[in-house]
């Protein structure tokens, strides 16, 4: 059996592997990853959705009901903000882990991955697929990909370790993104009358939208469904009444949502004004926490950490939505270990001791899964 790779000095080296997407480059990341991995006996695949951009795959122990651990290889932009420290250093100071993704998430997937590698030549009665991806930073292309192409094959629970700050967290909600396009008839600005204004039938659009979700859906963990319209633009000079103008978006899905439904509100409330079209679509996540999954990453965390943590979710969205309908509804949970704050921050970090935690969660909560006890 190969060295075991510490979890936090992984994690750096993964950091300094530079994955900002665009352009991605997870490749990279890739590449480390298989060269652990197979020689510990993994059966890994590399699944390319373009040029650099790699898709990792890697298995061990019987396909059927296996446990899937999976995170993505590439970070977001740098932003514009300077940073106090090289964005790229992996160091570790003041008892932090420093760098773009430290936290979102390539302490998480060092941490998984160290995990998977402590056991690998167990007896294993239910096997553990690691689903690594690409591309998840836009719109989560690279699971999506996957499913798609057929490549996924199958598992019967899911951990995606997105940060948490090391609590389980048993959902999040789920995403609409829309577009609404407004057309008209430009016109000389002094002589409005002969035009027809694209951006006040958008701008009549936002306000109609404004408490559209009022009093929807509200799960008592994860909150209502939301409405936020953040973009409107249209028109092109001062002195020309504009003939186009377009609206964006961003609808958060709770749990038990009617999502087809609630389409079909907005759309009636904008009127035929402005079409409205869904430009990206996932499911919101929940796993009850009585679940006997949910139970089993509790404990794990708790019987790392000495406390039990209080039933949470997630406000952003994961690659989780993609692999809970890929494997036909398998049980979820989220949970890692960076600060679900310091995602796409500038100086991101993790507590470097979380890492080294967070991997003893997931060694636990493997061997519970994949070589359950006699009873």
């Known amino acids: 059996m190969p060295s075991i790779p510490d979890p936090l000095e992984l994690a750096q ?18 590449d480390l990853l298989a060269d652990l991995l197979e020689p510990a ?13 790699t898709n990792l795959l890697a298995s061990i122990g019987p396909e059927e009901d296996a446990l899937c651990l999976s995170g993505h290889l590439d970070t977001v932009p740098l932003g514009q903000c300077e940073w106090s420290f090289d964005p790229l250093c992996g160091e570790v100071r003041d008892g932090n882990l420093l760098g773009r993704g430290s936290s979102d998430m390539k302490a998480g997937v060092a941490a998984l991955v160290v995990a998977a590698l402590r056991f690998a030549d167990s007896d294993l009665r239910r096997g553990l697929r690691l689903v690594l991806t690409a591309g998840e930073e836009n719109s989560l292309e690279g699971s999506q990909w996957l499913e798609r192409e057929g490549l996924l094959g199958r598992a019967g629970a899911v951990v995606v370790a997105e940060p948490t700050a090391l609590a389980p967290f048993c959902g999040h909600k789920g995403v609409m993104w829309l577009r609404g396009l407004a057309t008209g008839r430009t016109a000389h600005g002094s002589m409005p009358e002969l035009g027809d204004n694209a951006v006040l039938k958008a701008a009549r659009c936002a306000l109609a939208l404004e408490n ?23 028109g092109e000079a001062y002195n020309v009444v504009p003939d186009h103008a377009e609206l964006r978006v961003d609808v958060r899905l709770s749990p038990g949502e009617d999502v087809d439904g609630l389409l079909e509100e907005i759309r009636s409330a904008c009127g035929s004004e402005v079409v409205i079209t ?37 406000s952003y969205f994961t690659d ?56």
């Open 13 to 30: 080296q993964l950091i300094r592997l530079d994955t900002r997407n665009p352009p991605g480059d997870e490749h990279k990341a890739a």
């Open 41 to 53: 006996g993994f059966s890994v695949e590399r699944h390319d959705m373009a040029p650099g951009r």
């Open 212 to 234: 559209l979700v009022s009093g929807r859906t509200h799960h008592p963990v994860l909150g209502p469904t939301t409405l936020s319209v953040n973009a409107l633009r249209g």
């Open 278 to 314: 869904a430009r990206e679509r996932h499911d919101a996540l929940w796993t009850a926490p009585d679940h006997p999954f949910a139970r089993m990453a509790a404990n794990a965390a708790a019987e790392v950490l000495g406390y039990e943590s209080e039933t949470t979710g997630a």
């Open 320 to 375: 989780a939505s993609v692999l809970k309908r890929a494997y036909g509804g398998a049980p979820t949970i989220i949970l890692g270990p960076g600060l679900p704050e310091q995602a796409h921050q500038p100086n991101e970090y993790c507590p470097a001791a979380n890492v080294e935690l967070c991997a003893d969660i997931f060694e636990r909560l493997a061997r519970a899964w994949c070589i359950p006890s006699s009873t």
